[in-house]
């Protein structure tokens, strides 16, 4: 049998995990290389968790390609002969024309990076481990998945911009993200609550990067999150939506450059920004300081007034899914978002709240809520066997 590898690569890390190829892709290791263009470190694991490696390589030139043999190097030990017939990437930008997942060549590639300035954080690295993968193993078939292809059903208005025809004609409009995080969502729901997933729902998928999703019948209606992945809901570092007046005033009074303003609203605001202590949820709930309180308010808030809008979007609400991070796991984050959609009907159980229940709402309650882990390495292996199985 052989193997179906996924990669995540963020800026100084590659996360990875290696499933059977099958219709029903089986976890068999998870990896991590970290500290790129730092002091690095790999991790392998098996299915349960259970550290198999831990390795610290040598620093001297470890860029994204030597993090990428690393991690082929660690893997391909435990494989068992099973060699990987097929490789799946997290992407996280395909602009206006890739709304599914698919193999990767040299033209696609090229196309990709071309949205780079939309997806700063994010796409220039996702590209460098195909591009490494592809120099050393050429004829490995690549599949790259899309964090915007689960937006592309939404309707015109829904991904439109006030502004002239003639930008919006060339791709400036509103994509979303998150787009693999809420496939997966919304095929586990349709699993636990097939009536409620025919129906009306928002799923927030919230962590270090938030957002929330309106799906109809398991279809995207509308995000939080437009053009870039810095739109909508307050993050950890990131500012999501702001007066463009803002900006102005910032390169007007202080004289801020492009890639300045870049700094601000991505990696300087959100979380970190209002607190000055952590953009870390953990560290700011337990922290008795007024400016973390201020920003876990301020968080709660900006979801509470986009839930108004996306309810509004899908003509009223049927459920309320969390997930990432902070849905899955920050309890009093989902109490106080439930809290505030009590007009909407929504009453939660605080028990089942407390010990992470799958579903949450109290048995009045008009609005069903739950909790769903995501796995976006799953869905991504789902995508490669088809790709694969097919041929």
């Given at each position: 049998?052989?193997?179906?590898?996924?990669?995540?690569?963020?800026?100084?890390?590659i996360?990875?995990?290696?499933?059977?190829?099958?219709?029903?892709?089986?976890?068999?290791?998870?990896?991590?290389?970290?500290?790129?263009g730092?002091?690095?470190?790999?991790?392998?694991?098996?299915?349960?968790?259970?550290?198999?490696?831990?390795?610290?390589?040598?620093?001297?030139?470890?860029?994204?390609?030597?993090?990428?043999?690393?991690?082929?190097?660690?893997?391909?030990?435990?494989?068992?002969?099973?060699?990987?017939?097929?490789?799946?990437?997290?992407?996280?930008?395909?602009?206006?024309?890739?709304?599914?997942?698919l193999?990767?060549?040299?033209?696609?590639?090229?196309?990709?990076?071309s949205?780079?300035?939309?997806?700063?954080?994010?796409?220039?690295?996702?590209?460098?481990?195909?591009?490494?993968?592809?120099?050393?193993?050429?004829?490995?078939?690549?599949?790259?998945?899309f964090?915007?292809a689960?937006?592309?059903?939404?309707?015109?208005?829904?991904?439109?911009?006030?502004?002239?025809?003639?930008?919006?004609?060339?791709?400036?409009?509103?994509?979303?993200?998150?787009?693999?995080?809420?496939?997966?969502?919304?095929?586990?729901?349709?699993?636990?609550?097939?009536?409620?997933?025919?129906?009306?729902?928002?799923?927030?998928?919230?962590?270090?990067?938030?957002?929330?999703?309106?799906?109809?019948d398991?279809?995207?209606?509308?995000?939080?999150?437009?053009?870039?992945?810095?739109d909508?809901?307050?993050?950890?570092t990131?500012?999501g939506?702001?007066?463009?007046?803002?900006?102005?005033?910032?390169?007007?009074?202080?004289?801020?450059?492009?890639?300045?303003?870049?700094?601000?609203?991505?990696?300087?605001?959100?979380?970190?920004?209002?607190s000055?202590?952590?953009?870390?949820?953990?560290?700011l709930r337990?922290?008795?300081?007024?400016?973390?309180?201020?920003?876990?308010?301020?968080?709660?808030?900006?979801?509470?007034?986009?839930?108004?809008?996306?309810?509004?979007?899908?003509?009223?609400?049927?459920?309320?899914?969390?997930?990432?991070?902070?849905?899955?796991?920050?309890?009093?984050?989902?109490?106080?978002v439930?809290?505030?959609?009590?007009?909407?009907?929504?009453?939660?159980?605080?028990?089942?709240?407390?010990?992470?229940?799958?579903?949450?709402?109290?048995?009045?309650?008009?609005?069903?809520?739950?909790?769903?882990?995501?796995?976006?390495?799953?869905?991504?292996?789902?995508?490669?066997?088809?790709?694969?199985?097919?041929?």
């Amino acid at each position: 049998m052989s193997s179906i590898a996924v990669v995540n690569a963020g800026s100084s890390s590659i996360k990875f995990a290696v499933f059977d190829a099958a219709a029903a892709p089986r976890l068999r290791l998870k990896g991590l290389v970290e500290g790129i263009g730092a002091t690095p470190r790999a991790r392998l694991s098996n299915a349960a968790g259970e550290t198999l490696l831990t390795e610290s390589p040598p620093p001297e030139g470890f860029d994204h390609a030597a993090a990428t043999r690393t991690m082929m190097r660690i893997a391909a030990d435990w494989l068992d002969g099973k060699d990987i017939s097929i490789i799946g990437h997290r992407v996280v930008h395909g602009g206006p024309d890739f709304a599914a997942p698919l193999i990767v060549t040299g033209n696609i590639a090229d196309r990709l990076a071309s949205f780079i300035p939309l997806a700063p954080l994010h796409q220039p690295h996702n590209l460098a481990v195909i591009r490494a993968m592809h120099a050393e193993h050429p004829n490995l078939p690549q599949v790259a998945c899309f964090d915007t292809a689960f937006h592309r059903v939404q309707p015109p208005i829904a991904q439109a911009f006030a502004i002239p025809r003639k930008y919006s004609e060339a791709g400036v409009r509103r994509y979303g993200f998150h787009g693999i995080s809420y496939q997966y969502v919304t095929g586990r729901l349709r699993e636990i609550a097939p009536e409620i997933a025919k129906g009306r729902v928002i799923i927030a998928h919230l962590g270090n990067g938030a957002s929330l999703c309106a799906v109809k019948d398991g279809r995207s209606v509308a995000s939080t999150m437009g053009f870039t992945a810095v739109d909508g809901l307050m993050m950890g570092t990131r500012c999501g939506s702001i007066d463009p007046g803002v900006l102005l005033h910032m390169i007007d009074q202080y004289g801020f450059g492009p890639r300045e303003i870049e700094d601000l609203i991505y990696r300087k605001s959100g979380l970190l920004g209002v607190s000055g202590i952590s953009s870390d949820m953990r560290t700011l709930r337990a922290s008795s300081e007024p400016a973390a309180r201020e920003a876990t308010a301020l968080f709660v808030y900006r979801i509470l007034r986009e839930i108004g809008s996306l309810a509004a979007a899908l003509g009223g609400l049927d459920a309320i899914v969390f997930t990432g991070g902070i849905g899955e796991n920050d309890k009093e984050t989902r109490a106080e978002v439930c809290e505030g959609c009590a007009w909407l009907g929504v009453a939660l159980d605080p028990a089942a709240n407390q010990t992470g229940e799958q579903r949450i709402s109290a048995a009045r309650s008009r609005v069903a809520v739950f909790v769903i882990k995501t796995n976006e390495e799953l869905e991504i292996a789902k995508s490669a066997w088809e790709i694969l199985s097919a041929g």
